[in-house]
């Protein structure tokens, strides 16, 4: 049977991430990536807003806060050094109405308590300078923050572990992984349909969509460990004339229990975008429902009242791998070496929703410290 010594299940950009990371060290050999799909980060990771965050949301010490912090630092760093297409945009997080005010100042707040610096809290004036089109009665600007490529940070990432021997192994799906002495037996169908067995000293669980079923192969109960996945599906419509509206900032609006609200994105070709927005739902469906037009174009007005519904033409779409359900609060990022379920050497990583992009770098060192 053929053996490896470290086997990444997922091609998104946390499993591309962590075989950068680990190629660039000399101890770890033999490290190959299976992915399902013909080619990497076909599903959350090339369907989401490209926004490197700021750690503006989160509850202080949660990992999703400390690696957004970090990864923000790391991934300006590797964009710098490898000339990944990237734009520190700013991003000015708004209070539309009175009613929005006190959530607005409250998130302020907590940035602050989680150490977030250089933040400027501006009335309706000084926003008003930045993004005339804009409307609302207070905010603060998030200069941190801002836009990537997200293509191309992982064809970097795929590019640089391929020259240090990394192995990646695409239309192959991972169906089955039994414990053994030494490791693993991992079973996998491969493009032809055929099943074929594989020995591995090591997991990492990277599947994001499909990181609870990976776990559940595993043995491990993802009911018990609260590691069952929900799919919160986002929506996104474009501007479709953005020299119209002039806005270089992105623009968050109040977010909700589940999402960061409809906010406005710029992209680095100069395009405009709206969304995502927050759906549950039981499958995986790309689907852009016109209907929800209206939705967009009420919720945008608020702070956009120049918008009309003429403007908005659809776009994109994705899910998000949630660990909470529609009913609940904050869930934190699973990042976890599963020795204490008896699985030696089996990293899990569940539910990396945003700011996932961002921390990408920072998971991947986590993830290469439970290896040291």
Request: with cysteine; charged share 20%.
């Amino acid at each position: 049977m053929e053996k490896t010594d470290i086997t990444i299940i997922g091609a998104g950009i946390i499993g591309l991430a962590i075989s950068y990371e680990l190629s660039l060290r000399s101890k770890y050999k033999n490290i190959l990536v299976i992915e399902q799909h013909p080619s990497f980060g076909q599903e959350t990771s090339s369907r989401n807003s490209e926004v490197i965050h700021a750690g503006l949301y989160y509850p202080k010490d949660s990992l999703k806060t400390n690696l957004c912090l970090r990864g923000n630092r790391l991934l300006y760093a590797l964009c710098e050094q490898h000339q990944i297409p990237y734009k520190k945009l700013g991003k000015l997080v708004i209070a539309p109405t009175p009613n929005d005010t006190k959530k607005i100042e409250d998130i302020y707040h907590n940035v602050l308590h989680c150490g977030v610096t250089h933040l400027q809290l501006l009335d309706k004036n000084q926003i008003r300078t930045l993004e005339p089109r804009i409307s609302c009665v207070m905010g603060f600007l998030s200069p941190e923050t801002g836009i990537i490529d997200s293509h191309a940070l992982m064809k970097f990432f795929y590019e640089a572990s391929k020259s240090k021997q990394v192995e990646f192994a695409f239309g192959v799906k991972a169906i089955g992984i039994e414990k053994k002495s030494s490791g693993y037996t991992l079973t996998v169908q491969e493009p032809n349909g055929d099943h074929f067995c594989f020995e591995t000293t090591t997991v990492i669980n990277a599947a994001g969509l499909h990181a609870d079923k990976i776990a559940e192969f595993a043995g491990i109960n993802i009911d018990t460990y609260h590691y069952r996945l929900h799919f919160n599906k986002g929506q996104y419509f474009r501007l479709a004339h953005p020299q119209k509206f002039n806005i270089t900032s992105l623009i968050y609006p109040p977010p909700s229990a589940t999402s960061l609200g409809i906010h406005i994105t710029p992209d680095l070709a100069g395009g405009l975008r709206l969304g995502p927005d927050d759906q549950w739902v039981d499958t995986i469906n790309y689907t852009i429902n016109e209907k929800d037009k209206k939705k967009f174009f009420n919720d945008v007005r608020r702070y956009l009242p120049e918008l009309t519904p003429n403007d908005l033409i659809s776009d994109t779409s994705g899910i998000r791998p949630k660990l909470q359900k529609p009913d609940e609060s904050f869930h934190d990022f699973v990042i976890a070496h599963e020795i204490d379920k008896g699985l030696e050497n089996f990293i899990n990583l569940i539910g990396i929703e945003s700011p996932g992009l961002t921390s990408c770098l920072a998971i991947a060192e986590m993830v290469e410290e439970f290896l040291s």
